[in-house]
Antibody
Framework: QLQLQESGPGLVKPSETLSLTCTVS??????????WGWIRQPPGKGLEWIGT???????YHNPSLKSRVTISVDTSKSQFSLKLSSVTAADTAVYYC??????????????WGQGTLVTVSS | QSVLTQPPSVSGAPGQRVTISCTGS?????????VHWYQQLPGTAPKLLIY???NRPSGVPDRFSGSKSGTSASLAISGLQAEDEADYYC???????????FGGGTKLTVL
């Protein structure tokens, strides 16, 4: 059974870079039709797609965050990572990683990691 | 700006049937992209409930069903149970974003 687990600092200072890693277990990252994504949820609010990466390294980012987002993959470690630069309090959220199944008519996310709360504060 | 619009809240009594709507536009649902639904129980990660408009992953009760027409989609929950109380999100691909778009979420209250 595929499982994903987020890890990284729970507190980041304003203007610094948020860095998170998602470790995938119970399956291979190197499979067609599967991408790997990051989604976040500010406290009490809805879900926001951050970006997605394929095992080859091809990435897609939400335009609202694109200039600050870097997503990378290390299939040898079964991990993919998120870096979000120049963070502000508005970036405080629970960050989820998830596998994305892609079809000709879109994609869905399943399974999800348990999520990790990142707070931006000095 | 691309948006998927959901009602903020719906409610129903145990045993009743409720529906949650998800209204999009020509760059997402209206363009033919599939709609997916997630259930988020309090304090937990979202869980896939419906994929490709009307398909249930293994383990999801058949009380949950989805449909899509034009620029909208709906999630129906029949035989409402207390354990169904959660937040529900729709999601689709959006060609303007070149990525995934989530609805604002709907809080279901079981009366």
């Amino acid at each position: 059974q595929l499982q994903l687990q987020e890890s990284g600092p729970g507190l980041v200072k304003p203007s610094e870079t948020l860095s998170l890693t998602c470790t995938v277990s119970g399956g291979s990252m190197n499979r067609n039709a599967y991408y790997w994504g990051w989604i976040r949820q500010p406290p009490g609010k809805g879900l926001e797609w951050i970006g997605t990466i394929y095992y080859t390294g091809s990435t897609y980012h939400n335009p609202s965050l694109k200039s600050r987002v870097t997503i990378s993959v290390d299939t040898s470690k079964s991990q993919f990572s998120l870096k979000l630069s120049s963070v502000t309090a508005a970036d405080t959220a629970v960050y989820y990683c998830a596998r994305s199944t892609v079809t000709s008519w879109g994609n869905w996310f399943d399974p999800w990691g348990q999520g990790t709360l990142v707070t931006v504060s000095s | 700006q691309s948006v998927l619009t959901q009602p903020p809240s719906v409610s129903g009594a145990p045993g009743q049937r409720v529906t949650i709507s998800c209204t999009g536009s020509s760059s997402n649902i209206g363009a033919g992209y599939d709609v997916h639904w997630y259930q988020q129980l309090p304090g937990t990660a979202p869980k896939l409930l419906i994929y490709d408009n009307n398909n249930r992953p293994s383990g999801v009760p058949d009380r949950f069903s989805g449909s899509k027409s034009g620029t909208s989609a709906s999630l129906a929950i029949s035989g409402l149970q207390a354990e169904d109380e959660a937040d529900y999100y729709c999601q689709s691909y959006d060609s303007s974003l070149s990525g995934s778009l989530f609805g604002g979420g709907t809080k279901l209250t079981v009366l």
